[in-house]
Structures are given as C-alpha cells and as structure tokens.
C-alpha cells in the first residue's frame, strides 16, 4: 500500500480523537467519562483543593495562641497532610474571606493559596506559582482566634501538578519539574496544558486542581483523568 | 521513500505539537501568548461572561413595574444586546446572590445564568445548556425593587460557545452547532473541548466562557484564541 499525505492526515485525526476520548461529544449531550484501562499507568485520580492557608509555627503562635496545635479533622491523600479543623479569615486591601482552612502539618513558612476569582475578592493579584515560591507574592492580613498577623508575601493561585512517587516517574518515563498535558473527558473535558510532575518520596499519585480548574472541567474528587507525554 | 510506523508517529507527534501551539511552554514559566497570524480565520477573541439574568416582559413588570424598561449601561459586542443598569438579587435554597446583572434586551423566556461554584452557593445543581434550552433546568427566585417572581426553570451553567456570521462558519467549513476544540495559550493554557458554533445573522466573532472557565485557562476579556475543527 502506498501511503500517501491523504493516509497520515486520516491516522492523526484518529490518533487525536482516540488520544482525547471525546469522539462521541455532542454540544449538549455530555459523553460517558473517559475509561482507559483499570491498568494504565498514565491514568490518575483528581484532588480539588479549595482555598487553604498553611502556618509556620510563629504564625500558628499569634493566631491561635503560643504553643497551639493543630487539630486533625481529615487527612489528605497525601501522606502526613491533613485538613485541620481550624479556620482562619484573610483580608486584603479590598475584602476578606473567612472560615479558610489551615492545612497541616506546620511548615518553615506560611503560605496562602486562593483562586483566581478569591484574588479579585481580596483585592490582590496573586501569581501562578508551585508551592513554595513565594518570592514577589503579595501579602495578606490573617485573623484568627488568639491574633493576627500581616504576612508581606506569600499568597499565591497553585499551579497545577500531578504527585508521584519516583517508581511511579520512573514508569512514565517523566521527571520532577516537567510539564505534561492531562486530557479530560465529559461535556467540559479538553486538555490541561502545562501540568508540573512533583516527584517525591511518600506521596499519593494524584492530580491537584483548584476549585475554579475543576468546575471548568467538570471535575469533582477522584475523577480520572490521563496523563500525556510532551 | 517507505513510509514506516516511526515515520508516522514522528509526523503524529509533529502536528501535535503544531497544533496545541505551546511547544515552548514550562513549567512556572508563561510563554508567550499564542501568536496566529493576524490574517488567521480561526483565531477569535474572547468575551467572558459573569452571572447573569435575561427577562421576559412579564417578569420585568413583576421585578421593576409594570411597563418599566431596561437601561442601557454599556453594549455588548453581540450586536443589539446590553448590559443593564438594572440588577436583582436570585435566590437558591442555600443562598443568594446579590446585584446580579440583567442583559437586554427583554426575551421571550426569563433565563438564569451563573456558574458552578454559583450554584453551590445558591443551593441548585444547573445543568449545562445552550441559552434557551431550559427543559428540566432547576427553578429559582428572583427579587427586584418591586416585587419578586419564584421561576420554576430556567437556570443553567451556560455551555461555552462561539458566535459567527454565516459567511464566517462558511469560510471555516463550520456548521452551526457543530462542537470544535479550542486552542489556548498561556501558563493556564491547553485546549477547551466540546465548544458549539452558534452561526447567525447579526452576530460578532467572539467565543464566550464563563468566569470560571476563563480564570482556569487564565483568560480575559479580549485575549485570541484558536478554533481547531475536529
């Protein structure tokens, strides 16, 4: 068979409406959710994180008072973390958000994370970073029970990423701090651009969205979804 | 030349990367926006859209008088239609909303639409629909300065979509309530599927999503993207 221009084009199309498990969308009819194989390493679950606040331990100190802990309402599925059933209200020149979940344990420095529309609440434009990279992020005044505490940085909208353990990078041939794309199913799927890979011993394989990702995509927790090389 | 399997997974692999336009993106690094040629038809810009009500002549007596009219704040780009001074309060059994926008001008059927995290707060699960397929769509009550109205349908999270002139879809070979994918750019960036060409006369090419969808995919008002047929 001579394989002409005309075949390839005809094999992409395939290739890309397999790769994007939407060939049955219709505008209006949402299709069944994407099901690759129950084995396909390339499939992981959805984690939607609402807005949260983590403490250091001096920040946990004015707030809620010397000395305090955490109390421990739900753990997470990533190893060791935890929803506390602590609550705090943050406030930014424009307006504030209360009853914010701290997420445990305490860590070396406090981070604020809120979504796109939260900043516009707040009055804020907080960038698109990964946890931890706080530098030139805008403050924020935290009010809890015992104080308050005016933080000069550290709020931040959390970039998209996918948890894995190192055997589990290893499989997929992908390393910490690459960029990958997730395709999504259902009447609002598509493809997730730019998704970071965080490798790390004791974690749970899983992708972190927050709330106004998830609604976009019709996302809820423990969706599956699929993980795509670039 | 033969033709082999590896010749055209590098091909499939090629256009891929072609077509999602973000082959420099990194991770925690926005590239530059996706930048079409200025001449390319399929790049549309993009209007987004926050919680809204369209009214029917009876409610508008209802919630603003009888024989009160809608006051032109500012136009729309979808020619004939504007945002209105006026506003109402909408109310689910959880929550309410307060100074949510009326559009003109008046329709045939009052309509309610809001986004996901919309209806969380509200109370009410509103499926995803085209404007003005309300069938089964939860009620709502809304509440003007003069009296309120309880709505037994007619709220729904508004189904992304395009508006263009028939010799627009004409020239793209589109058809009108055909799905398309779209390509967008950015740190946020990645492909929005399922999006339904709505062609008419009178319409400006213009693609629009809700607060959600633009705050996922981090864009704005105005911001071009890219319609890739299926």
Do not use: W
Request: aromatic fraction near 4%.
């Amino acid at each position: 068979m001579e394989v002409t221009q005309e075949i390839i084009e005809r094999i992409v199309r395939d290739v890309l409406a397999q790769g994007f498990g939407r060939k049955s969308c219709q505008a209006g009819l949402p299709p069944p959710s994407v099901s690759p194989s129950p084995r396909d390493p390339f499939q992981t679950s959805v984690g939607v994180s609402n807005r949260h606040v983590h403490l250091s331990r001096a920040d946990m100190d004015s707030l809620f008072g010397p000395g305090s802990e955490l109390h421990r309402k739900k753990a997470m599925k990533q190893p060791g973390q935890f929803a506390a059933e602590e609550t705090v209200t943050i406030r930014g020149p424009k307006g504030e958000l209360r009853k914010v979940r701290v997420l445990g344990p305490l860590r070396r420095d406090t981070q604020v994370e809120v979504s796109v529309a939260d900043g516009y609440t707040l009055g804020i434009a907080p960038p698109l970073r990964m946890s931890g990279q706080l530098d030139g992020s805008p403050g924020i005044e935290i009010v809890g029970p015992h104080g308050s505490v005016q933080r000069g940085y550290g709020t931040i909208v959390a970039l998209r990423h996918i948890h894995m353990l190192p055997e589990t990078a290893a499989q997929l041939g992908l390393r910490n701090g690459e960029a990958v794309d997730v395709e999504i199913g259902g009447a609002r799927g598509g493809v997730m651009g730019g998704v970071v890979v965080r490798v790390a011993d004791a974690s749970a394989y899983e992708m972190h969205v927050d709330v106004e990702e998830a609604n976009a995509f019709g996302l809820k927790n423990d969706d599956l979804v699929r993980i795509r090389k670039r």
